[in-house]
């Protein structure tokens, strides 16, 4: 089983970057596609940022160009980099990764506060 433990949230300006890590441990190898999601208050969580394992990242409307996902290898580490950073942004931001078997792991989430 993957174990995901996440890190990197905080209080930010508008216009200014964080970067959000996901840690993750057990058998990697096990796993199909990392992925960002994130959930404001009163909404319902969505997807920001998914990463096949066989490459070819994908982002949600409203963060393309903005946020990027990448992924160590070494570390078994991903991460979420976001830039030009919105109040609208602002969210509980959780890591997910999908399993070949079809199941699937959850970051316990980081909050992220962007202040205008």
């Known amino acids: 089983q993957v174990q995901l433990v996440e890190s990197g949230g905080g209080l930010v300006q508008a216009g200014g970057s964080l970067r959000l890590s996901c840690a993750a441990s057990g058998s990697a190898s096990s796993i199909n596609t990392r992925n960002w999601y994130r959930q404001a208050p009163g909404k319902q969580r969505e997807l920001v940022a998914r990463l096949p394992s066989s490459g070819g990242s994908t982002y949600a409307d409203s963060v393309k160009g903005r946020f990027r996902i990448s992924r160590d290898t070494g570390r078994n580490t991903f991460y979420l980099h976001m830039d030009s950073l919105k109040p609208e942004d602002t969210a509980v931001y959780y890591c997910?990764?999908?399993?070949?078997?079809?199941?699937?792991?959850w970051g316990q989430g980081t909050q992220v506060t962007v202040s205008s």
């Open positions: 997910n990764v999908l399993r070949w078997s079809g199941t699937s792991d």
